[in-house]
């Protein structure tokens, strides 16, 4: 028996989330599931980084589970991706470490939230972004993004995933970067609150529509008792890119 670390991707549109819950539920955890079941595992819960929301879609998901597997690693990947439905993947297959938990051996996770800048419709682009038009103004934005860097309290952004959790987190990386037909918003800390990625591009897009100054999300953060009422981005413009461990280099 050998614990196996696994890198995923999802497209999350047709998931109501990764954590498995009841029966007829599809979810991503059910179907990687499933999948082991069918190469002999015989598990009860395979462990991961995070728990994504209904939609949000992921490029670098990790999970781990043990498995008796007489076969190469490189064969492992493949009979899981033959077991597996088109919207999820297994892009990459190790052994684990001693001791390794894909969620609480994590040092970083990186986040990217799209938007789209367009007039009318893109059924295809908006799969996977938020259209937002007329175009934002991206320079408040990042002045905006800047305040989040560092180690605060953002209880007004979200709450903690465990019941009477805290609510510091330390940001590393927050950025918004121009794009051909929009921007994306590239967002790294050590954990993050639920639903803080779409509350923190909601506000900064409200920013940028000139509708809230910068400053308010410094106040925001200065205030992690006063919650955001506003509506989160989308789920389906935003993607679980990479969960960063210590023996692995920053993106």
Known sequence: MATYKAIIAYDGTDFEGFQRLGPGRRTVQGVLEQALAKLGWQGTSILAAGRTDAGVHARGQVVSFDLE???GIEVLG???NA???GDVSVRR???AGPGFHPRFSARWRCYRY???SAPVRDPLAERYAWRVWPAPDLA????AATMALGEHDFG???AAPITGGHTRRQVRLARWMGEREGA???IEANAFLHRMVRRIVAVMVEVGRGDLAASQVGWLIEHPDRSWAGKAAPARGLCLEAVVYDEEASL
Not at 140 to 143: D, L, V, W
């Open 78 to 80: 493949v009979a899981l």
């Open 83 to 85: 077991h597996l439905p």
């Open 69 to 71: 597997w007489k076969h």
């Open 114 to 116: 799209s938007l789209l």
């Open 184 to 186: 994306a918003f590239e």
């Open 140 to 143: 408040p934005m990042q002045a």
């Open 93 to 95: 297959v190790t052994l």
């Open 156 to 158: 007004a952004f979200g």
